[in-house]
């Protein structure tokens, strides 16, 4: 049994010390899964290595206590500790792909971490790892165990991270973030895996995450942090059912629904809402005097594309890797077109080829009704550079770190020739912040001192500067918490409305194309498998590969839940 | 005065360096040296009048039958040590800080341009690195002496020993930036605001120059240190070969191959105090050079 009373840690720095996480109590028993949720920066992850010992350099354990059955983690010397890791508490990382040493076979590694632990001879660990790659669900385990880590799938891999975190037969594990890097299928299985051991194996589990699907569908106890502090914890069932706590219950709201639409996200406080937003008049006026005729929609036929595959021969042409395959769709005037499809079903390849970032190898791209030249074949002056603006996945790399917030904005404002008048450009582009709901003198600020959703905000204030129809949104929040992606989406769909904006929206996750799109597209290794109104999609599924995305998307259970969290 | 250290993170890490310091100051000594040597040097030892004969060989102070006049002593010919070194240290920076410019200028406009192009011109273009790489300095320096005596007339090939030194130390110095600059920019070109210049339709130029090069600069800047002491070295071996300057316009090296001579023969400071100080300024430039490799690259700290 693990217990945390009182715990602080902090990190020493230029500007004095660096409270990370204070007065964290937590009790985990044997064979509980104690779910430890939170967004970035609230700490999670500082507890589980503080727990397990492994505190990031030069942070240090400032006060509280810290102790497993009987023992007090905080007086061991570094030997005791070292012998405690591993052999006690385990961990499991986030990515099956680094966790694991690649130029070892499995076999090796189990073995290595058997005898490192126990007094065993070679053979009867190898008995033993086999055993547990049998126990986590891997077939013909006595052959698969001579494999390299690169011959598995990746959630066999995190199944063989499993497998080494429960060799040593440990009371504690902490999984940090355990199936983030993996697709939902392979998810759910991974989560399934880890149910059983705590209940087969009376392993206690600490689940850090900050995906509260996930908390509902496998954890018993559930603590949510923010900001270093515990905000609440509880039973799951009742935190998440009836959170007492203001924070968890917004946390709740801000989770897009799958079965349901809703019209806006509430949001717990919006990040610098504290000014006036007529200030954004100036930018309204000056969009809304833009907006000729009618919206503009866009029309994909028969679209392939193409790249050259592995050479396997000197003399062989290579086979191409076909990345789109005979993609149509129409995206209708004035409407949101979402696409949804796992890693590596060509989204944002289709979001290349419509931008002339990748040359599609055939077919035919129409913009209003105009023909859009691919690739290079699209001289920088085309009109349509200026009408299709997109909105990119990453926030830390769309902004160029080197320029000021206003020489970001103002380029689009002077490269495209709207406002010659270099004070003018500056003061609209400070309305446009303010449209986006940021502070207008934040156009003096360099990007990183700005956060991930408020770099989101600047990104769609830079697209809105070209005057754009047709704007692109690449998997625009999943690299934002929860809270902030709820205030993004409230922010797009508001625009949309306001400009009359047609917008395709790309995302792998279906709750977030549920809540935004009119229309969505279900691609699946460059073919679409399924395209039709939203509600169809979601409510009547004709595609088998629809149908299981959907099953296996980790919902919370609102039936169950929902009563209290909407009082 | 602490609040303004704190702001800038390569300013704290700086003041917590003991060795960066220490660098720091042999390096401004030996540059502000060079740089004022007319005003501080007793002797010019470019001018033959300045100095005498008589006083030729002499010992530092400290050694007996010294003169006190000449602190560090007096070469063969006459000439004070001080006063030549600090010519000598000011022709070497000369040098070596032109040859970087124009390797640095040579090497980040190309790396950049095989960077963002790719495909054959990047080919064609590093192919020619990779020549270059396999041709030791000293014969692509000897390769444009040889062009230099061929095709300019015997009137100016003295005047222009320092220009050929300089671009033989350039062109065997370009490699490494552009090695640099083009990997640097295969990163940021698949960075999103690149991605988005590219869309928008902005001239390559910009995209180039005002959108990816100050993103590269941190790595550059670091060559850029390392390099100098590389140039400074070339220089100094160049000379020391022969092949570099003359002995009536000695640069660091020249000074010590001079100073080679009297080895064996009891006068070890002619040989000795040029040598000291080239080694502290090329140590005291690497120093730097690492130090500000750990304020760019966090992950090496």
Known sequence: ?567 | MIAFIKRYEGLWLFVHSPAAIVAAIVATLIILGAVFAPWLALVNPYDLASFSLFDGLLPPVWEEGANPRYLLGTDDQGRDMISSILYGARLSLVIGLSALTIAAVLGVGLGLAAGYYGGRFDAIVMRIADVQLALPAILTALLIDGIARGILPAAVQQDLRVAVLTLAIALSLWVNFARTARASTFVQMNKEYVQAAIMMGQRPSRIMFVHILPNILGPLLVIMTVDLASAILLEATLSFLGIGLPADSPSLGTLIRIGMQFLLSGEWWILWIPTLLLVALVVSINILGDFLRDVFNPRLR
């Not at chain 1, 087969?200 to 600490?206: G, T, W």
């Not at chain 1, 900001?227 to 709201?253: F, I, N, W």
Request: charged share 25%.
């Open chain 1, 1 to 567: 049994m693990l217990t945390i009373t009182d715990l602080a840690v902090k990190f020493p720095s230029r500007f004095g010390d660096f409270t990370a996480i204070e007065d964290v109590d937590m009790v985990i028993k044997p064979g509980e899964i104690h779910g430890l949720v939170g967004e970035s920066g609230a700490g999670k992850s500082t507890v589980g290595a503080a727990v397990i010992g492994l505190l990031q350099s030069p942070g240090y354990i400032a006060h509280g206590s810290l102790t497993l059955g009987d023992t007090d983690l905080r007086t061991l010397t570094p030997e005791q500790a070292h012998a405690v890791r591993g052999d006690r508490i385990s961990m499991i990382f986030q990515d099956p792909q680094t966790s694991l040493n690649p130029l070892m076979t499995i076999e090796d590694q189990l073995i290595e971490t058997i005898q490192a632990h126990a007094d065993v001879s070679t053979a009867a660990a190898r008995q033993r790892a086999v055993d547990l790659l049998e126990e986590i669900g891997i077939k013909n385990a006595a052959e698969r165990i001579k494999a390299y880590p690169h011959q598995f799938s990746g959630g066999m891999r995190q199944r063989v991270v499993i497998a080494l975190a429960i060799c040593t037969d440990p009371e504690l594990i902490i999984a940090d973030e355990p199936t983030t890097a993996l697709d939902v299928a392979v998810q759910s299985q991974v989560l399934k895996l880890i149910q059983r051991l705590a209940k087969d194996r009376k392993i206690a589990f600490m689940l850090i995450t900050h995906d509260i699907g996930v908390i509902a569908q496998v954890a018993d106890r559930v603590t949510v942090m923010r900001k270093g502090r515990v905000m609440e914890t509880g039973e799951t069932a009742q935190v998440l059912g009836a959170p007492r706590h203001p924070y968890t219950r917004a946390l709740m709201d801000a989770v897009p629904p799958l079965d349901y639409r809703i019209d806006r996200f509430r949001v717990p406080q919006e990040e610098g809402a504290d000014f006036e937003r007529s200030l954004g008049q100036k930018a309204e006026d000056w969009l809304l005097a833009g907006v000729q005729g009618a919206p503009t929609g866009l029309t994909l036929q028969n679209l392939y594309v193409r790249f050259a595959g592995p050479r396997t021969s000197l003399f062989r042409k290579p086979e191409p890797y076909v990345a789109l395959n005979d993609v149509s769709l129409t995206v209708r005037p004035g409407s949101i077109m979402g696409l949804v499809g796992e890693s590596g079903s060509g989204k944002s390849t289709l979001a290349k080829a419509i931008t002339g970032l990748v040359k599609p190898s055939d077919g035919t791209m129409i913009l209003g009704d105009e023909v859009l030249p691919g690739g290079k074949a699209r001289d920088r002056h085309h009109p349509s550079r200026q009408l299709v603006q997109m909105v990119f996945q990453d926030p830390y790399s769309s902004l160029n770190s080197r320029h000021r917030i206003g020489a970001v904005l103002e380029e689009p404002l002077w490269f495209y020739g709207f406002v010659k008048d270099a004070d003018q450009r500056k003061e609209l582009a400070a309305s446009m912040l303010a449209l986006v709901g940021m502070q207008p003198d934040a156009i003096d600020k360099y990007p990183h001192q700005f956060s991930g959703g408020q770099r989101q905000r600047i990104a769609v204030a830079r697209a809105l500067l070209a005057r754009p129809r047709f704007l692109i949104c690449d998997e625009p929040t999943s690299a934002l918490d929860v809270s902030i992606q709820a205030e993004i989406l409230n922010l797009l769909k508001d625009l949309q409305a306001k400009f009359g904006l047609t917008i395709l929206f790309i995302s792998h996750n279906l709750t977030v194309v549920r809540q935004m799109a009119d229309d969505t597209a279900v691609l699946r290794n460059g073919k679409i498998e399924e395209i039709g109104k939203t509600e169809d999609v979601y409510e009547r599924p004709q595609a088998a590969y629809t149908k299981s995305l959907l099953a296996l998307t980790p919902v919370m259970q609102r039936a169950s839940f929902a009563v209290a969290a909407h009082d």
